[in-house]
């Protein structure tokens, strides 16, 4: 496993390089002779569960959120979008940052019921009954 490129940050928290496991292979698509020799396929792991980087909290409320992507008790992003290596490994941190920064996000605050207000109220009824005498009106026109 090679030094890490770039930094996997969460909200300030940087993950350290021991946590993080690198795997490199060969990509698929087009890259001429080139894609043949070179492992330019990145995929990044990196295990929630065993982590100490991050506070208790945020990693029992990313292993929550990430319970459908946790591979093994670890999050697992591949990256070959480029034909570079080293710009996948980018891409695969970006991502894995990005990811992470979702996960352990504070959840939204509740939203406060209100009731709608005594003039919104009535003018959704005229309006009501104006589309309904709009509608009355096209019938039929019936000769007595």
């Keep these: 496993m090679s030094a890490n490129p770039v930094a996997v940050r969460v909200r300030g928290v940087v993950v350290p390089d021991a946590e993080l496991q690198w795997r490199f292979s060969r990509s698929s698509g087009p890259g001429g002779q080139h894609v043949n020799t070179s492992d330019s396929q990145v995929e990044l792991r990196y295990a929630l569960e065993a982590s100490a980087a ?3 909290v945020w990693r029992e409320r990313a292993l929550e959120r990430l319970a459908g992507r946790l591979v ?12 570079s290596q080293w710009r996948n490994r980018e891409a695969a941190a970006v991502r894995m940052s990005a990811l992470l920064a ?6 939204p605050r509740a939203r406060r019921a209100t009731k709608p207000s005594r003039g919104m ?8 009954r104006r589309t ?3 509608k009355r009106g096209r019938g039929p ?3 007595f």
């Design 121 to 128: 109220v009535e003018r959704r009824l005229e309006n009501k």
């Design 72 to 83: 093994d008790g670890a999050v697992v992003v591949k990256a070959s979008e480029h034909r």
């Design 141 to 143: 026109v019936r000769d």
């Design 54 to 56: 991050l506070p208790q």
């Design 132 to 134: 309904a005498a709009v």
């Design 102 to 107: 979702e996960a352990v996000a504070p959840p």
